[in-house]
């Protein structure tokens, strides 16, 4: 995922019928895995704050029986706008009301 915005909300759902609780901890980048409330349904969820460029997000889900699983993903956070590197009208120059073809070539 990649996106502009800092704040964000990871949610998610349990649903181990067999070995409640589910204990599940949230780690973004290097801090520290955080205990998240998992709630009778199962359903979690934790705001977190990223930084600018990549981010990891580690999601450890354990059950009662001492069985886990992970889920991790990463966001970059990109707030750099894209920038036009050329721009080109076809034919040019262009004449009142003929049809032209405007061509915008970015990078990002």
């Known amino acids: ?3 502009n915005k800092t704040a964000i909300t990871v949610t998610g759902k349990t649903n181990d ?3 409640s ?3 599940v901890t949230i780690k973004l980048n290097s801090g520290n895995a955080e205990a998240v409330e998992v709630g009778a349904d199962g359903a979690f969820s934790k705001a977190l704050t990223l930084a600018v460029g990549a981010n990891t997000i580690t999601v450890v889900a354990k059950d009662a029986a001492g069985k886990s699983t992970t889920v991790t993903r990463t966001i970059i956070v ?3 706008a894209p920038v036009i590197k050329s721009i080109t009208i076809n ?3 262009v004449d009142a009301g003929k049809t032209y073809v405007i061509c ?3 990078t990002d």
């Open 91 to 93: 034919p040019n120059p």
């Open 21 to 23: 609780p589910v204990t």
């Open 104 to 106: 915008v070539e970015v």
């Open 17 to 19: 019928a067999t070995s």
């Open 78 to 80: 990109d707030q750099t």
């Open 1 to 3: 995922l990649i996106t």
